[in-house]
């Protein structure tokens, strides 16, 4: 962590790592200076809007279909609290607790751009709810995704006024003005604008997205590592990757690609073992041939998504906002179509990654075209079934993956009495996605533990360097070919090896950085 594990928030965007550091390491947050001036700044417009006799939305109304009714000064207080109380209606399992921390923190990013209208105090206490390791209790189910993440917002905002269910630093639950008493911290009494600046943004969608992103830029490159020791378990060419070869389709990701593989296989002994005249095959199958065009276009839309993230994390998604010339003005920035048509575009590519690792695995598997190797890799086949299973557990989640990959932006169920009419879904795609990154991270654990199994038994053929060093650190883990042992152990061992880095460390130990 930077800076004795404090992420400082002020006015300027948001980076990927601070909502990492703050969301998966706990990170503690603090407001600049800059930023409360400018809270402070805003708050001031915000409060003359609230003595003048003119209506102004989320100031003096009601909220959506209910905003033609002009709210008496005296019963602002409660519009807000009953805003929060009332929207705070999520349903279904608990959300994990660094997606609720991802969206607490972007919406107190929002909050210190001084757009917003909310006090310095109200800022300063969800900021002191992040360093303190209180974590709302937020539901699977209650976003459209307009206007904003409603629902998981208000579940965050209703803690910070001392209210609801939370989770304190250690897991445990208690209630909101528990934690907040044990941490020093007072309940918010929320003010005139203040409930709706705190429910109005995409926040939950978009954390999800940069941890998505963060995760899924790791499991590309063990993609690459995968179909690398897949190549060399089927014996395979590297010929096709070529880089004169892969410029003829000048795709960044395939570039990049394309030279991962080639550093991963170079100097393999399994690959120089079939580069004479007896070799009779002319081309690989398309699941080892084309796997940088496959992993490269996923990597490239990766990058497309990073785009739209980055976008986001510059921006300030309220409404109203106040503008920096004094204006309030409505507007629908909360509308989650941009991050919600990237979070639908990466299930695509993980879908179809996962479904490659697939195939090179159930090659691996039958005799008729693993080139060799004895059938389901198994040590003794007919009394051992080696694999066999492993493949279908793969089968089951690259099925789930496609179901996944239908988009959830394209749909649109109207509400808040048509106020609300097209709605982004975004937060659904978030959830979904999350679900598919799970799913690839175990495809290609079983890929991986399959791969190195028949490279196995290939010897006294040597590997390449660096995907030999990826089978001698799974055999840190899982022990090498013989009978038949609980394989699920074994599955969920490499699994938490791919999700953690390791592969990756274990090929990059000898290649340096993979692209």
């Given at each position: 962590m930077r800076d004795n594990e404090v992420v400082e928030i002020g006015p300027e965007p948001l980076s990927f790592a601070d909502v990492i550091e703050v969301a998966r390491g706990g990170a503690a947050v603090r407001l600049t200076d800059e930023a409360v001036a400018a809270i402070a700044a805003s708050r001031a417009r915000v409060e003359e809007l609230a003595e003048s006799p003119v209506p102004a939305y989320g100031v003096s109304t009601g909220f959506g279909a209910l905003a033609t009714r002009h709210i008496d000064p005296a019963l602002r207080a409660q519009l807000q609290r009953s805003l929060i109380r009332s929207h705070?209606?999520?349903?279904?399992?608990?959300?994990?607790?660094?997606?609720?921390?991802?969206?607490?923190?972007?919406?107190?990013?929002?909050?210190?751009?001084g757009h917003t209208g909310v006090r310095p105090a109200t800022a300063l206490t969800l900021a002191g709810m992040l360093g303190a390791g209180i974590t709302p209790v937020v539901h699977e189910y209650g976003s459209l995704g307009c206007s904003g993440d409603l629902a998981p917002l208000s579940h965050v905002a209703l803690a910070l006024m001392g209210e609801g269910p939370v989770r304190d630093r250690d897991g445990e639950h208690t209630t909101a003005a528990e934690a907040l008493k044990r941490a020093g911290l007072e309940p918010v009494e929320l003010a005139a604008k203040e409930g709706l600046a705190l429910v109005n943004g995409t926040?939950?969608?978009?954390?999800?997205?940069?941890?998505?992103?963060?995760?899924?830029?790791?499991?590309l490159k063990t993609a690459d590592v995968s179909a690398a020791m897949?190549?060399?378990?089927?014996?395979?060419?590297?010929?096709?990757?070529?880089?004169?070869?892969?410029?003829?389709?000048?795709?960044?990701?395939?570039?990049?690609?394309?030279?991962?593989?080639?550093?991963?296989?170079?100097?393999?002994?399994?690959?120089?073992?079939?580069?004479?005249?007896?070799?009779?095959?002319?081309?690989?199958?398309?699941?080892?041939?084309?796997?940088?065009?496959?992993?490269?276009?996923?990597?490239?839309?990766?990058?497309?998504?990073?785009?739209?993230?980055?976008?986001?994390?510059?921006?300030?998604?309220?409404?109203?906002?106040?503008?920096?010339?004094?204006?309030?003005?409505s507007n629908g920035n909360f509308h989650g179509a941009p991050v919600g048509y990237v979070l639908d575009f990466l299930a695509i590519a993980v879908a179809d990654v996962a479904s490659m690792a697939?195939?090179?695995?159930?090659?691996?598997?039958?005799?008729?075209?693993?080139?060799?190797?004895?059938?389901?890799?198994?040590d003794d086949p007919g009394v051992d079934s080696g694999h066999m299973i492993a493949q279908y557990t793969q089968a089951a989640i690259v099925s789930e993956l496609k179901r996944l990959a239908v988009p959830a932006s394209v749909d649109s169920i109207p509400s808040s009495a048509m106020q609300e009419d097209h709605v982004s879904m975004g937060w659904s795609a978030a959830r979904k996605l999350r679900r598919a990154v799970d799913g690839l991270t175990r495809?290609?654990?079983?890929?991986?533990?399959?791969?190195?199994?028949?490279?196995?038994?290939?010897?006294?053929?040597?590997?390449?360097?660096?995907?030999?060093?990826?089978?001698?650190?799974?055999?840190?883990?899982?022990?090498?070919?013989?009978?038949?042992?609980?394989?699920?152990?074994e599955i969920e061992s490499v699994t938490r090896l791919v999700a953690g880095g390791g592969v990756v460390a274990a090929a990059e130990s000898v290649t340096g950085p993979l692209a």
């Open positions: 705070a209606a999520g349903s279904g399992p608990e959300v994990e607790t660094e997606v609720v921390r991802a969206m607490m923190l972007l919406r107190l990013h929002t909050l210190a751009t926040d939950g969608m978009l954390g999800m997205l940069v941890l998505a992103l963060h995760d899924l830029t790791r499991l897949s190549v060399e378990a089927l014996l395979g060419t590297d010929r096709v990757f070529a880089p004169e070869l892969q410029a003829l389709r000048p795709h960044p990701g395939q570039a990049a690609s394309a030279a991962n593989l080639r550093a991963l296989l170079r100097d393999s002994g399994i690959m120089a073992s079939h580069r004479d005249d007896s070799c009779t095959r002319v081309q690989d199958a398309y699941s080892l041939r084309c796997a940088p065009q496959v992993a490269g276009a996923a990597r490239d839309t990766l990058d497309h998504a990073a785009t739209v993230a980055g976008r986001e994390l510059a921006s300030a998604v309220d409404n109203p906002v106040v503008l920096a010339d004094g204006r309030v003005e697939e195939r090179r695995t159930d090659r691996m598997l039958d005799v008729a075209r693993s080139h060799g190797l004895p059938a389901f890799l198994a495809v290609l654990a079983v890929e991986v533990l399959t791969a190195a199994r028949a490279i196995d038994l290939r010897r006294p053929l040597e590997p390449a360097p660096a995907t030999g060093a990826v089978v001698a650190a799974l055999r840190q883990e899982v022990a090498g070919p013989g009978p038949d042992r609980f394989l699920a152990p």
